[in-house]
T-cell receptor, first 112, second 114 residues
């Protein structure tokens, strides 16, 4: 079945870059998403990428997609303490864009 | 801010109670969803409503009963829940069709069953 895997924890120093990785198994994935969840809050959509793209950049965020390896990454430049949160990778397939398959989430800890 | 509003934010209920979670989306979307987030488990899709019709029920126990009276509102009626149903329940909405969309989530309702 469909599966999305993420590492559970990442710790970086403030000002460094953070790279959060995700792998997925469904080759028919059409959209891949990154969501952020702060403590006690819901999911905030950070960015998404269509499967025919290799890269998408949005301010401090860079998403890289390697469709051959089914690997997605989120790079946060100049990481700030406010970036501390859980980051979820998710995928959807054409025709089922609301049915997301989520990874377990990566907890990002930013140390001052 | 969010275009998807959920109430209540926190709910504590006994196993014999009946309660409801409410979700309202202000984005003009035509599809709404309930997801469940439990500790140490990935988010799970529970129900999907598209154009007010339920199109997906992911083997959810009947003690959870969804209702979608119109495209802007979604309810989750809760009845005789179990302690293991304690979780964060997230509502989401999207605009289906047109080749692609993004899914927006509410802040969630924290449910504790005692």
């Amino acid at each position: 079945g469909e599966d999305v895997e993420q590492s559970l924890f990442l710790s970086v120093r403030e000002g460094d870059s953070s790279v959060i990785n995700c792998t997925y198994t469904d080759s028919s994935s059409t959209y891949l998403y990154w969501y952020k969840q702060e403590p006690g809050a819901g999911l905030q959509l950070l960015t998404y990428i269509f499967s025919n793209m290799d890269m998408k950049q949005d301010q401090r965020l860079t998403v890289l997609l390697n469709k051959k390896d089914k690997h997605l990454s989120l790079r946060i430049a100049d990481t700030q303490t406010g970036d501390s949160a859980i980051y979820f990778c998710a995928e959807s397939t054409k025709g089922n864009t609301g049915k997301l398959i989520f990874g377990q989430g990566t907890t990002l800890q930013v140390k001052p | 801010e969010t275009g998807v509003t959920q109430t209540p934010r926190h709910l504590v209920m006994g196993m014999t109670n009946k309660k409801s979670l409410k979700c309202e989306q202000h984005l003009g979307h035509n599809a709404m969803y309930w997801y469940k987030q439990s500790a140490k488990k990935p988010l799970e899709l529970m129900f999907v409503y598209s154009l007010e019709e339920r199109v997906e029920n992911n083997s959810v126990p009947s003690r959870f009963s969804p209702e979608c009276p119109n495209s802007s509102h979604l309810f989750l009626h809760l009845h005789t829940l179990q302690p293991e149903d304690s979780a964060l329940y997230l509502c989401a909405s999207s605009q289906e069709g047109g080749g692609g969309n993004t899914i927006y989530f509410g802040e969630g309702s924290w449910l504790t069953v005692v």
